[in-house]
């Protein structure tokens, strides 16, 4: 991950794996959520030059905005991870009448592709599958 942030995005992941940590939490190696473009770049950088054929920005939703800059500053395939949290988020709302799941879902997915991911990762991938096999 060039660009993995220490987020509250990872919590269902983490509940579900047990794998939240047993002391301390992980700002030691994950990019804080407050870090400016700077930072982010010069991580996606050291990646790139230890040999990265592809660089990743973690999670993807709340940082749309450090996708577009990578996406800018360097001309390596881009992926965005869309994390458990925010699949969650979308099930939850979903679940309670809240939103329409299938256009929350294909417009987040636009949304990624605008900002410049060229490979996105997500636990709706079955579904969005789906969803544009429809339209089709």
């Known amino acids: 991950y060039s660009a993995k942030y220490a987020s509250a995005f990872y919590g269902p992941f983490r509940d579900a794996a047990d794998s939240a940590p047993a002391f301390g939490d992980r700002t030691g190696y994950q990019m804080n959520p407050a870090s400016g473009y700077k930072e982010v770049l010069k991580e996606v950088a050291a990646d790139i030059k230890e040999g990265a054929d592809i660089v990743m920005v973690k999670p993807a939703l709340a940082y749309l905005d450090v996708i577009r800059e990578v996406k800018k500053k360097f001309k390596k395939p881009l992926a965005a991870y869309s994390v458990s949290g925010e699949y969650s988020m979308f099930k939850a709302?979903?679940?309670?009448?809240?939103?329409?799941?299938?256009?929350?879902?294909?417009?987040?997915?636009?949304?990624?592709?605008?900002?410049?991911?060229?490979?996105?990762?997500?636990?709706?991938?079955?579904?969005?599958?789906?969803?544009?096999?429809?339209?089709?």
């Open 93 to 136: 709302a979903a679940a309670k009448g809240w939103v329409d799941e299938k256009m929350i879902t294909i417009e987040t997915m636009i949304a990624m592709r605008r900002a410049g991911a060229d490979i996105i990762i997500t636990y709706q991938a079955k579904e969005v599958a789906k969803l544009i096999n429809a339209r089709k």
